[in-house]
């Protein structure tokens, strides 16, 4: 699906479907008051009768009349009007163009509020942006494996032109709209890089995808092999995969869009996590293979990126390994020697990310220097328990990172939540025969995995995002996807965004 900004007024440009939006009040005003004229006053009546009340997300349609005689008018609640934000306006792309596909049809365009303020208190840059992250996100479907006719029926939208009216910034607009459908894309691919089987999506699968990309992009990738971890002591890495017939990979993947220290992203790469020997209940465990979902955002990242071409020196790893019980895996009580020199006791091989991620922390502390050492990672069940499915659990070392992350994940909807990482914590850690242990005890799960991680980061400044949290979520919303969701790669894409301005 293309997105397009155009400077032209609603009546003076075709689309199958015009999307226009509509502030909650007792009757239409803006763009949405000049469509109604033309349509004789059906949108006044149906407010008038309380059929469509323009509650965000509340959608009506009309056949067009007047001026818009041959095209679909499709309505779309914001609210009230001193109470829309970017998310406002990602519902509306999202609302509007999954109407544009339930129609069957292929082209929509989307109204300004009104030609005083086209994106309501939004500049046009981070409106258009909103409008096209939703229209993008909101139609993301995953049917690979669907092989009946109805369910597999490609959807018909083809292109969104976000109209901006004349005066307006439409060089901003296009800006916006370029770096919203682009980090959506990015999205897009992360969740359906999770929701590919097990069976595809292996650690080989990750590393040839970002060879893929690095053959399209201006990036470069080096893929280290199981001898090589041995070679350097990744024993998380190692200890982790040995378990499984598919071969651990470490990832990695640099983008130079600016001279400097980078900023090092690792992300949890399990590409099915069964809990290993420690093994886990049946029921739901087919979510698993969405536990590489942080991989997933920071390879979709760093697409992003390089497609956006930020000016930015960024590293991206990706610790990708299968947790599986079997004769060759770990057992409980075993001891890992770690790529930063520590030893570690296995008490559950379910807590098999922080065991991967250590070495990838490591790994980049010390290669790299980094400016800032950000982690993603399905890493925990109590972050579900602790935050529910809308907000991400936030970590770490460094303030200014976790305030870009919190204001980043204001803006993008991907809202983080901070627990402590106090020394107190620390103690649960403890090991009678090795340096530490692997786990804490079910009480304050998420800090604990937090705690551990942060043994293995140096001095570098650091921020954790644990995103078991909202990886995938069983109802979909007015536009993310239900299952798996692509989570962190906006919310990543932003923090680079920011941290390139300055
Ligand atoms: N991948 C899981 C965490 C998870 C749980 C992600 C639910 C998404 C939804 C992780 O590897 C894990 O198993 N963690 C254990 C840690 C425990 C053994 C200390 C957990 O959370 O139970
Ligand atoms: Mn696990
Ligand atoms: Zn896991």
Same mark, same amino acid.
């Given at each position: 699906m293309?997105?397009?900004?155009? @400077?032209?007024?609603?009546?003076?440009?075709?689309?199958?479907?015009?999307?226009?939006?509509?502030?909650?009040a007792?009757?239409?005003?803006?763009? &949405?008051?000049?469509?109604?004229?033309?349509l004789?006053?059906?949108l006044?009546?149906?407010?008038?009768r309380? @059929?469509?009340? $323009?509650?965000?997300?509340?959608?009506?349609?009309?056949?067009?009349?007047?001026?818009?005689?041959?095209?679909?008018?499709?309505?779309?609640?914001?609210?009230?009007?001193?109470?829309?934000?970017?998310?406002t306006?990602?519902?509306?792309?999202?609302k509007?163009a999954? =109407?544009?596909?339930?129609?069957?049809? %292929?082209? &929509?365009?989307?109204a300004?509020?009104?030609?005083?303020?086209?994106?309501?208190p939004?500049s046009?840059? &981070?409106g258009? @942006?909103?409008?096209a992250?939703g229209?993008?996100l909101? #139609?993301?479907?995953?049917?690979?494996?669907k #092989?009946?006719?109805d369910?597999?029926?490609?959807?018909?939208?083809?292109?969104v032109?976000?109209?901006?009216?004349?005066?307006?910034?439409?060089?901003?607009?296009? +800006? +916006?709209?370029?770096y919203?459908?682009?980090? =959506?894309?990015?999205?897009?691919?992360?969740?359906?890089?999770?929701n590919?089987?097990?069976?595809?999506?292996?650690?080989?699968?990750?590393?040839?995808?970002?060879?893929?990309?690095?053959?399209?992009?201006?990036?470069?990738? *080096?893929?280290?092999?199981?001898?090589?971890?041995?070679?350097?002591n990744m024993?998380?890495?190692?200890?982790?995969?040995?378990?499984?017939?598919?071969?651990?990979?470490?990832?990695?993947?640099?983008?130079?869009?600016?001279? +400097?220290a980078?900023?090092?992203?690792?992300g949890?790469s399990?590409?099915?996590?069964?809990?290993?020997?420690?093994?886990?209940?049946s %029921?739901?465990?087919?979510?698993?293979k969405?536990?590489?979902?942080?991989?997933?955002?920071?390879?979709? #990242?760093m697409r992003?990126?390089?497609?956006?071409?930020?000016?930015?020196?960024v590293?991206?790893?990706?610790?990708?390994?299968?947790?599986?019980?079997?004769?060759?895996?770990i057992?409980?009580?075993?001891?890992?020697?770690?790529?930063?020199?520590?030893?570690?006791?296995?008490?559950?091989?379910?807590?098999?990310?922080?065991?991967v991620?250590?070495d990838?922390?490591?790994?980049?502390?010390?290669?790299?220097?980094?400016?800032?050492?950000?982690?993603i =990672? *399905?890493?925990?069940? $109590? /972050?579900?328990v602790?935050?529910?499915?809308?907000a991400?659990?936030?970590l !770490?070392?460094?303030d200014?990172?976790?305030?870009?992350?919190?204001?980043v994940?204001?803006? #993008?909807?991907?809202?983080?939540? @901070?627990?402590?990482?106090?020394?107190?914590?620390?103690?649960?850690?403890?090991?009678?025969?090795?340096?530490?242990?692997n786990?804490?005890?079910? %009480?304050?799960?998420?800090?604990?995995?937090? /705690?551990?991680?942060?043994?293995?980061?140096?001095d570098?400044?650091?921020?954790h995002?644990?995103?078991?949290?909202?990886?995938?979520?069983?109802?979909?919303?007015?536009?993310?996807?239900?299952?798996m969701? +692509?989570?962190?790669?906006?919310?990543?894409?932003?923090?680079?965004?920011?941290?390139?301005? !300055?």
């Amino acid at each position: 699906m293309d997105v397009r900004v155009v @400077e032209a007024a609603p009546t003076g440009f075709s689309a199958d479907v015009l999307i226009v939006p509509v502030t909650k009040a007792d009757a239409p005003g803006g763009t &949405a008051a000049a469509v109604d004229r033309e349509l004789g006053g059906l949108l006044t009546d149906a407010m008038a009768r309380g @059929e469509f009340k $323009a509650g965000a997300g509340n959608v009506i349609s009309f056949p067009g009349a007047g001026s818009f005689a041959g095209r679909r008018i499709c309505f779309v609640g914001v609210g009230e009007a001193d109470k829309i934000t970017a998310d406002t306006l990602r519902r509306v792309g999202g609302k509007g163009a999954r =109407a544009v596909n339930t129609a069957r049809l %292929a082209t &929509a365009a989307i109204a300004p509020l009104s030609d005083s303020t086209p994106f309501g208190p939004l500049s046009a840059a &981070a409106g258009a @942006e909103a409008l096209a992250t939703g229209a993008v996100l909101g #139609t993301y479907r995953f049917l690979e494996y669907k #092989t009946e006719d109805d369910s597999r029926r490609p959807d018909t939208l083809q292109t969104v032109t976000i109209l901006v009216p004349s005066g307006a910034d439409l060089a901003a607009a296009e +800006g +916006g709209a370029t770096y919203g459908a682009t980090v =959506a894309r990015a999205t897009n691919y992360a969740a359906d890089l999770a929701n590919h089987p097990s069976s595809v999506v292996t650690p080989t699968r990750l590393a040839e995808d970002a060879r893929a990309l690095a053959g399209r992009l201006n990036l470069t990738v *080096t893929v280290l092999e199981k001898d090589e971890m041995i070679a350097r002591n990744m024993g998380g890495m190692v200890g982790v995969g040995q378990g499984s017939v598919e071969p651990p990979k470490f990832i990695i993947i640099e983008y130079k869009g600016a001279e +400097g220290a980078p900023v090092v992203m690792v992300g949890k790469s399990i590409t099915f996590d069964t809990g290993g020997i420690s093994i886990k209940p049946s %029921a739901g465990m087919e979510e698993m293979k969405g536990d590489m979902g942080g991989g997933a955002a920071v390879l979709a #990242t760093m697409r992003a990126v390089a497609e956006l071409g930020l000016p930015i020196h960024v590293v991206g790893i990706l610790t990708a390994a299968e947790n599986m019980p079997s004769g060759t895996a770990i057992n409980p009580g075993d001891v890992l020697h770690m790529h930063n020199g520590m030893t570690v006791e296995v008490i559950n091989t379910d807590a098999e990310g922080r065991l991967v991620l250590a070495d990838g922390l490591s790994y980049g502390e010390k290669t790299y220097q980094p400016r800032l050492m950000l982690d993603i =990672a *399905t890493l925990t069940g $109590a /972050c579900v328990v602790a935050l529910g499915n809308h907000a991400i659990g936030l970590l !770490g070392t460094s303030d200014d990172g976790k305030q870009t992350a919190r204001e980043v994940g204001e803006e #993008t909807g991907e809202r983080v939540w @901070e627990l402590p990482l106090w020394d107190e914590y620390n103690d649960d850690l403890k090991s009678d025969i090795a340096d530490i242990k692997n786990t804490g005890g079910r %009480a304050g799960g998420t800090i604990t995995a937090a /705690c551990f991680l942060k043994r293995f980061v140096g001095d570098v400044p650091w921020v954790h995002l644990d995103i078991a949290s909202t990886a995938w979520v069983n109802k979909s919303t007015d536009y993310l996807p239900k299952g798996m969701r +692509g989570t962190g790669v906006r919310l990543l894409t932003g923090m680079l965004r920011r941290l390139s301005q !300055g």
